[in-house]
Structure formats: C-alpha cells, structure tokens
C-alpha cells in the first residue's frame, strides 16, 4: 500500500472557504465529521480510491486533524466500520433465540450491504499481504460480533432455551462466519433465505449441542 497519502499537511485546502475560518468542532464532534465523510467518499468512490485528503475536505477539517486521530487511511477505515457496528449490550430480545438470531444476521447483513461492506472487502484485501492489518481487522470485528452473541445466548439460557454451559468463542462466531464468507464469495448483498438457512441449519443445532455438551 502507498503511503504518500499519509504524510501530513498542516491545512488541507478546502473548497469554498479555508476550514480556520469555520467554527471549530472539538472531541466527539470532529471524530463523527470525520467518520461520516470517510463513509460518504467509500460510498461514492469506494476503497481503493480513497484518499485522507478528499475525506478532509469533505469533513471541512484540516488533514493534521486527520492524522492525530488516525495515523494512517487503513486505521482510519477500521475505525469507520467500527462505529458503525451495534452496541453488544444492545441485543435484540425477540423471547426467542430463534428471533434474536435472526435479528441479529439481518442487521450485519444491511450493513455489509452499504459502503460498510466495501470497506471491508477493500480491508480484508489489503489484509491478504498485510499480517499486522489482519490482526486488526480480527480484533475490531470479532469482538462485537461474539460480544453480540455472548448476549443472545445468555438470553436463551435465562429463558430456559439453552442449558446452562459454556459455548466456546468459535463457536459463538461461527454462524457469523458463515454469513461473511458468503458475502465475500458471492458479492452483493446476502439474500434473507440464506440469513434463514445459516439461523436453523447451522447456529440453532450448534449451539443446542455445544451448550448441551459443555453443560455436562
């Protein structure tokens, strides 16, 4: 990956007006003006074309601000897709796991349908060569995605659904895997039959036999 666009200018030029000259916007604010533009210029230009210079522009912020929080593009997007998951503790509670199940493969599968699937597919590329990128990418999407399901399971356990056991993390990821190896492979967005399909063939029977198992 070519890193001549990671070396830092103090003020990016700004179409309509220099960007000192605007009100300034600290902390939080300037963070989500940051991520929204870096999704608004994946969505009309994709990955591989962008560049922290376009984001700062359209962000009306200066690329220093950029590198302070991000120093590099691919950090930058990890951090655009992160925002943009669901909040584990916010799990659906349907009063089924079934549902819950459901609730939950739809939601990722929306939001790999939008600009957020091809920043993911441009980072699991990059990725490919990169050890170090990949390391990352695992640590930001694992961790929701099994804190997500940690939830639902407990959820079914308290409801009687599942035996109190231990599901290992594998095999909480596991029906989640299932549905991103399919959005790699085939593109586009994934279809609510195989959603279905990865819910009753694959997660309801194992984790009905992992919990069952490991309650031993």
């Given at each position: 990956m070519s890193r001549s666009?990671?070396?830092?200018?103090?003020?990016?030029?700004?179409?309509?007006?220099?960007?000192?000259?605007?009100?300034?916007?600290?902390?939080?604010?300037?963070?989500?003006?940051?991520?929204?533009?870096?999704?608004?210029?994946?969505?009309?230009?994709?990955?591989?074309?962008?560049?922290?210079?376009?984001?700062?522009?359209?962000?009306?912020?200066?690329?220093?601000?950029?590198?302070?929080?991000?120093?590099?593009?691919?950090?930058?997007?990890?951090?655009?897709?992160?925002?943009?998951?669901?909040?584990?503790?916010?799990?659906?509670?349907?009063?089924?796991?079934?549902?819950?199940?459901?609730?939950?493969?739809?939601?990722?599968?929306?939001?790999?349908?939008?600009p957020a699937g091809a920043?993911?597919?441009?980072?699991?590329?990059?990725?490919?060569?990169?050890?170090?990128?990949?390391?990352?990418?695992?640590?930001?999407?694992?961790?929701r995605s099994v804190g997500?399901?940690?939830?639902?399971?407990?959820?079914?356990?308290?409801?009687?659904?599942?035996?109190?056991?231990?599901?290992?993390?594998?095999?909480?990821?596991?029906?989640?895997?299932?549905?991103?190896?399919?959005?790699?492979?085939?593109?586009?967005?994934?279809?609510?039959?195989?959603?279905?399909?990865?819910?009753?063939?694959?997660?309801?029977?194992?984790?009905?036999?992992?919990?069952?198992?490991?309650?031993?």
């Amino acid at each position: 990956m070519s890193r001549s666009d990671t070396v830092p200018e103090m003020v990016a030029h700004q179409p309509g007006g220099d960007h000192r000259t605007r009100p300034r916007r600290r902390g939080r604010a300037l963070d989500v003006a940051i991520l929204e533009a870096t999704l608004a210029e994946i969505d009309e230009y994709g990955y591989a074309a962008l560049t922290m210079e376009r984001i700062a522009e359209r962000a009306k912020a200066s690329k220093a601000s950029l590198y302070r929080r991000w120093p590099s593009k691919v950090e930058l997007v990890l951090a655009t897709v992160y925002d943009l998951l669901p909040d584990p503790a916010g799990a659906a509670d349907t009063g089924s796991l079934r549902g819950d199940l459901l609730v939950l493969l739809r939601n990722a599968a929306k939001l790999l349908a939008g600009p957020a699937g091809a920043a993911i597919r441009g980072l699991i590329s990059d990725a490919l060569r990169d050890p170090d990128l990949a390391a990352q990418l695992r640590h930001y999407t694992r961790g929701r995605s099994v804190g997500a399901m940690r939830d639902i399971v407990l959820q079914a356990t308290e409801r009687g659904e599942l035996p109190s056991g231990t599901i290992t993390m594998r095999q909480l990821d596991a029906g989640l895997s299932v549905m991103r190896f399919y959005f790699l492979t085939h593109g586009g967005p994934v279809p609510d039959q195989v959603i279905v399909e990865i819910v009753d063939e694959v997660m309801l029977p194992l984790l009905r036999a992992a919990a069952g198992y490991n309650a031993r």
